[in-house]
Nanobody, 125 residues
């Protein structure tokens, strides 16, 4: 009934740029925080960047100054502009919606943590 659909991953050379987008679909009422996480094999998923409905942002130290997160509350979308990419940015990137509220028929539902399917970002020459 609700989905997070990511797009924009791919292969890029070191120093290049990519833009990831995520759209939440369904009868969505609100999303408290939207964010991007990444994971490489054998490691825990880690926060890359997050943004609240009032546009307060939070970034991992490793991406500060290189990545920019933005959000469109009306469209329930979040984007991640990634510049000056490094090989260590290679990972599967996941869109996350925290505190997602949606409705069906006469009922409201809340999902504490909702994830997209992930999109691969590979930084390599």
């Amino acid at each position: 009934q609700v989905q997070l659909v990511e797009s924009g991953g791919g292969l890029v050379q070191p120093g290049g740029s990519l833009r990831l987008s995520c759209a939440a679909s369904g009868r969505i009422v609100s999303i408290t925080i939207m964010g991007w996480y990444r994971q490489v094999p054998g490691k825990q998923r880690e926060l890359v960047a997050s943004i609240t409905g009032s546009s307060t942002t939070n970034y991992a130290d490793s991406v500060k100054g290189r990545f920019t997160i933005s959000r469109d509350n009306a469209k329930n979308t979040v984007s991640l502009q990634m510049n000056s990419l490094k090989p260590e940015d290679t990972a599967v990137y996941y869109c996350n919606a925290e505190g997602l509220v949606y409705y069906t028929a006469n009922y409201y539902h809340q999902i504490a943590d909702f994830w997209g399917q992930g999109t691969q970002v590979t930084v390599s020459s």
